[in-house]
């Protein structure tokens, strides 16, 4: 029989909050998580507004000496942790640590740290790099740091898929537990690239929202007049483990992590496929995983970016896969609210499905007002809806063809 994975912890770090619980109430209230940015000088920019995390005060959190040796994404990750495994009430300890894993993905990883070292080497030469440099800017920074600040020394690895990194981060992590490698995985996705080497690129490849006379309704995902993603940080973590010693410990279960897919497009390095294929095989082998029809998906949380093509691509798929279905079964994109959190969304869109699960809440697509044609779905618009919610899917598509969608359940025990 296959081992069975729930959740039994989650943190959250997010443009419209610092917590989970903080996230979440944002959500519901509809709040946008985008202004003009403040970390650097943008007026040079085309796009000159982003979705930053707001009052995230590292060394009141680690202490000044310990916060200077982290890149911003690890300080992310590990802050988005410690909620986790606070709330799990998971004791790290000699009788567990060799079964305790800890995979993190991230899109870029340290570029912060990159940008930061190489003006110290310009302006002060190549002796005064910093000797935290490579622990800092490596993408595995996060997984190995966390590490040694809980003690875990089970599998331990970083993957790199794009903005689908953190949904498959989770997947993965699923599968190490499924196939007895360990007994409980801290997973998730952490990004913070709001630089502007970073936004620089992403605005010549198009792939950016210009409106910056109203920066706040900037992304709206699945409206006709969405003109490309809003960047956002943050980063989303998840206490996984395997049912029976999650049952033994006594831990409260918040969910059960039913399904995984993953596919590559095999199409273009950052273009979606038209017709969504990639996509729709990757929800079908993640229905295919859960042992779950198309009838048995109650909401399916979006990746949704507010770009021309990848809206009308995913609605694509998700009609490939439902059929007639698709028209009645709620989607929506919590981007609209954080931005694109690039290698964290999917992390952080799977704390807001098992808080759907939980509280029977879907939440909005915000700023939604025209309708695309391309895009006929029911998109949730503008207000929270309640609903009964057994199993809801997420899904997270990078550059690179990366899909990955992941299905979770409402725990029966």
Not at 41 to 46: E, G, L, V
Not at 124 to 144: E, H, N
Request: hydrophobic share 40%; proline share 4%.
């Amino acid at each position: 029989m296959r081992r069975r994975v729930v959740i039994t912890g989650m943190g959250c770090i997010s443009p419209v909050g610092n917590t989970v619980k903080e996230t979440w109430d944002g959500m519901l209230a509809g709040k946008s998580g985008t202004a003009m940015i403040t970390a650097f000088d943008a007026s040079k920019h085309k796009t000159r507004f982003a979705a930053e995390v707001k009052g995230f005060d590292a060394s009141a959190m680690f202490g000044h000496r310990e916060a200077r040796k982290m890149d911003r994404f690890t300080q992310f990750a590990t802050a988005a942790a410690m909620e986790a495994l606070e709330q799990s009430g998971l004791k790290i300890d000699e009788a567990n640590r060799d079964r305790v894993g800890i995979l993190i993905g991230t899109g870029i990883g340290g570029l912060g740290t990159i940008m930061e070292q190489m003006e110290v080497m310009r302006e002060r030469g190549v002796d005064r790099v910093s000797p935290f440099l490579v622990p800092m800017m490596i993408s595995d920074s996060a997984a190995g740091m966390l590490a040694i600040r809980v003690g875990a020394r089970g599998p331990n690895m970083a993957i790199a898929t794009a903005c689908a990194s953190g949904n498959n981060a989770i997947g993965d992590a699923v599968e190490t537990i499924r196939r007895g490698s360990a007994d409980v995985m801290i997973a998730g996705g952490a990004e913070a690239s709001l630089l502007p080497l970073a936004m620089a690129g992403m605005n010549v490849m198009g792939a950016l929202s210009t409106r910056n006379e109203e920066p706040e309704t900037a992304s709206r995902p699945f409206d006709k007049t969405r003109d490309g993603f809003v960047m956002g940080e943050g980063a989303g973590i998840v206490i996984l483990e395997e049912l029976e010693y999650a049952r033994t410990r006594g831990a409260n279960v918040l969910g059960e992590l039913a399904g995984y897919g993953t596919t590559d497009d095999a199409h273009h390095i950052s273009a979606p496929a038209e017709n969504g294929a990639g996509a729709a095989m990757s929800m079908k082998l993640a229905l295919e995983d859960a042992n779950l029809t198309v009838n048995d998906v109650h909401y399916i949380n979006a990746h949704g970016t507010s770009t021309p093509l990848n809206d009308k691509s995913e609605t694509a798929a998700i009609k490939s896969v439902f059929g007639e279905q698709a028209y009645t079964i709620p989607v929506s994109s919590t981007k609209s609210m954080t931005g694109h959190l690039l290698g964290a969304s999917g992390a952080v869109e799977a704390v807001v499905s098992i808080m759907a699960i939980r509280s029977g809440i879907i939440p909005p697509t915000i700023h939604y007002q025209t309708p695309d044609p391309d895009c006929d779905l029911d998109y949730v618009p503008n207000q929270s809806r309640q609903a009964v919610l057994n199993h809801v899917m997420s899904n997270s598509f990078g550059f690179g063809g990366h899909n990955a969608t992941l299905v979770f359940s409402r725990f029966d025990s």
